[in-house]
């Protein structure tokens, strides 16, 4: 999968020489990122007004009140009548469920309460003041599917009153894994999302989990589905004058230090004031520039990463983004598996 990644970064660097008039990068000289070049482009809203506007609207949304609908699954008790009970009973398509000595009896749109009394009246041609108690096991019509990076991943009934941290509750809250000998979330929040309807919802998992923002703790529907994808999936490339050259697993907050840390530090010559941030991948860069000597003396901030950025560490000048190219080019073409995976024996 890794020697997939480069293998589609060298086609895009192959394009990008081929049509040097198209593949101009926007050069940065500080790590304060150029906002505008980020803009979300899809299902969410663009501006943060639209976001908060729509947030509030679905915090009004509330479920109707559970009824059984077509392959709920049911258990019936009959009070001192153990004959008479029956467990996981799936409603069928016609929106009955059948029960030993009354027969079929319809539940279906009915709720809870609805379909007790219901059942009870049936049985007391039968028995002298019959007390029944249904209970939901499987509600299909009103559930809500997380799967990803949680703990239990699934289809779980939903309530009336869940919200979106309860979902997550329910599933387990998120998974954990080992990276360089500490326990780390293997979530990743940044990328999550929540689909009702065939539409993403504008929700931030960030802001609800790191932040504790509830506007974005949205009551759940029924048919609710919620992904939490892995942050194995997610990395960062040293290339350059460092001693162990290769893909390193993202972590929450990562900035250039980790990734010059973790890559074992510099070789001999390495141009330490002219580190080289690539984003937004090869065909449509943006370019920073990073002085490693100022963020160790405190005159700048830690460049922060994002996943797909490449970190690289020059040892002669680069004028310009073609300098550029020739230099992180032999490091692609040399790059083994081995060197790929590196992380793969620090615990990721």
């Known amino acids: 999968m890794i020697r997939c990644t480069i293998y589609i970064l060298l086609a895009s660097l192959f394009l990008g020489c081929a049509n040097r008039e198209r593949f101009v990068p926007h050069i940065v000289d500080s790590p304060e990122m150029d906002k505008a070049a980020y803009t979300f482009v899809g299902a969410r809203p663009r501006t943060e007004q639209q976001v908060v506007e729509q947030l509030r609207e679905l915090q009004k949304v509330r479920m109707e009140p559970y009824t059984i609908g077509m392959s709920d699954v049911l258990d019936v008790q009959v009070y001192n009548e153990p004959e008479l009970s029956s467990k996981n009973l799936t409603v069928r398509t016609d929106g009955c469920i059948s029960l030993p000595l009354v027969g079929d009896i319809e539940v279906m749109e009915l709720s809870v309460a609805q379909a007790t009394g219901k059942i009870e009246k049936a049985y007391e041609k039968y028995l002298v003041e019959p007390r029944v108690t249904l209970n939901p096991v499987e509600m299909k019509s009103g559930s809500f599917t997380i799967l990803g990076k949680v703990t239990d991943s699934g289809t779980f009934p939903i309530s009336s009153q869940m919200n979106l941290l309860d979902a997550i509750a329910t599933a387990g809250g998120f998974q954990t894994g080992m990276f360089r000998g500490n326990t780390v979330e293997m979530a990743d929040l940044e990328n999550s999302y929540i689909v009702r309807d065939g539409k993403t919802l504008p929700v931030d998992f960030v802001k609800l989990i790191r932040e504790q923002d509830m506007l974005h703790n949205i009551p759940l529907l029924p048919g609710d589905y919620i992904y939490v994808p892995s942050t194995r999936n997610q990395e960062i490339y040293v290339f350059g004058a460092v001693p162990s050259p290769a893909a ?68 002669t000048p680069i004028a310009n983004w073609n300098d550029l190219i020739s230099q992180i080019m032999p490091t692609f073409e040399t790059l083994d598996y081995a060197g790929v995976t590196n992380n793969e024996d620090n615990g990721r």
């Open 248 to 315: 390193y697993a993202y972590r929450d907050n990562m900035t250039v230090s980790h990734a010059i840390t973790y890559s074992g530090g510099f070789k001999i010559g390495a141009r330490r004031k002219d580190l080289r941030v690539v984003r937004g991948g090869l065909s449509n860069p943006v370019v920073f520039t990073v002085n490693y000597p100022e963020i160790l003396d405190g005159q700048m901030l830690d460049f922060k990463l994002k996943p797909g950025d490449i970190v690289y560490v020059p040892q």
